[in-house]
């Protein structure tokens, strides 16, 4: 496994450099004047101030070559919830903060495997890595109040659909899995699995584009949550709850001055919890008021964070998955239950 370094200052190198001694071989980059090749390197590690304009700058400048190594891994100065999401937005697919134990870092690029890398397809890595980005970057613009940017979500939206119709859903979810963590693995599961579904029923190209337009943005409201809240183990407390159940609100207030973002993607993102009979949230709608492209993006939410690996959950099998999905009838409509059988099971 091939390491490039890439780092800000000299002192952030040469303690790299003192992380990575021998073990693997490395080449050294100062961030102002990196050239990467990203065809021979398997890890990049990125050792950056995100608060200096000029080293967003000069990020930016490499952001293809970086995008083409599989793994990178960022290093950011202060570990807060815009750091976080600026350096996934500038291709990060692992974060941590630089004081972290070389123990850990190491322990990641161990978990590295190149040869289940090169197993993935192509295009579904960069699709997987375009749509984190571009989910990052809508999450850094919620907590900075700046503007959230359509048209590179709608691009990113497409890849991942074109992706999918060209290596199937069972390879997309392996690929986001290896290589994308938390929020952002979810909200890229989700909008696989809803184009899946959409490709599986047959609907038109414009529907296919609200679907994964909705996707994409449908947790948008959960950057204004603290991550303690939405990472913590077991039972929320009951006001902890009802903070979590803000952010299809949150979600709907970030995008709704937006011009060119139609009402039915608005719609899902505010109504993606609701339920046919009535119990669910914010607004306890009953089924005639809940649209088709809602109830399809419900089922593969919910699908989604069933099968996803957390910090404090194992992944559940696609057929357990599926079995509490089909427990849901009455919440879920059943035409569609059954239908989405096949997503679920064998594509
Ligand atoms: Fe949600
Ligand atoms: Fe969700």
Same mark, same amino acid.
């Given at each position: 496994m091939s390491v490039q370094l890439v780092g800000d200052t000299e002192a952030k190198l040469s303690a790299l450099r003192g992380i990575l001694g021998t073990r693997h071989?490395?080449?050294?980059?100062?961030l102002d004047d990196a050239s990467i090749r990203?065809?021979?390197?398997?890890?990049?590690?990125?050792?950056?101030?995100?608060?200096? *304009? !000029?080293?967003?700058?000069? /990020?930016?400048?490499?952001?293809?070559? @970086?995008? $083409?190594?599989?793994?990178?891994?960022?290093?950011?100065?202060?570990k807060s919830r815009l750091s976080n999401a600026q350096a996934h937005a500038l291709g990060a697919t692992i974060v941590l903060p630089n004081t972290v134990d070389p123990k850990q870092l190491l322990a990641n690029l161990a978990g590295n495997d190149p040869s289940s890398a090169a197993t993935d397809a192509t295009d579904g890595r960069e699709a997987a890595s375009a749509g984190a980005a571009s989910i990052a970057s809508m999450f850094a613009s919620v907590l900075s109040g700046a503007d959230v940017d359509l048209v590179s979500t709608r691009r990113a939206g497409r890849q991942i659909a074109d992706s999918i119709a060209e290596n199937g859903?069972?390879?997309?979810?392996?690929?986001?899995?290896?290589?994308?963590?938390?929020?952002?693995?979810?909200?890229?599961?989700?909008?696989?699995?809803? *184009? !899946?579904?959409?490709?599986? /029923?047959?609907?038109?190209?414009?529907? @296919?584009? $609200?679907?994964?337009?909705a996707a994409m943005f449908h947790d948008i409201g959960k950057a204004t949550i603290p991550l303690i809240i939405l990472d913590k183990p077991?039972?929320?407390?009951?006001?902890?709850?009802?903070?979590?159940?803000?952010?299809?609100?949150?979600?709907?207030?970030a995008l709704r001055d937006k011009t060119g973002l139609s009402p039915e993607i608005l719609d899902a993102v505010l109504h993606h919890h609701e339920y046919l009979d009535g119990s669910g949230y914010p607004h306890g709608l009953c089924a005639e008021s809940i649209p088709d492209i809602v109830r399809i993006l419900t089922i593969a939410d919910i699908f989604s964070a069933l099968i996803e690996h957390r910090n404090y959950k194992p992944a559940m099998h696609r057929e357990r998955a599926y079995e509490i999905i089909q427990g849901m009838q009455g919440k879920l409509e059943k035409p569609l239950i059954s239908a989405f059988r096949d997503v679920a099971l064998t594509r």
């Open positions: 071989p490395f080449t050294v980059a100062l990203g065809g021979d390197i398997d890890v990049v590690i990125v050792d950056a101030d995100l608060r200096l *304009v !000029d080293n967003i700058v000069a /990020l930016k400048r490499i952001s293809s070559e @970086l995008r $083409r190594i599989p793994q990178r891994i960022f290093l950011v100065d202060d859903l069972s390879d997309w979810l392996a690929t986001v899995r290896r290589h994308h963590e938390g929020t952002y693995q979810h909200c890229l599961l989700v909008t696989g699995i809803t *184009v !899946d579904f959409g490709l599986s /029923l047959g609907v038109s190209e414009a529907d @296919l584009e $609200r679907l994964y337009m077991g039972r929320l407390q009951p006001e902890e709850r009802m903070l979590v159940e803000t952010h299809p609100a949150a979600g709907y207030d």
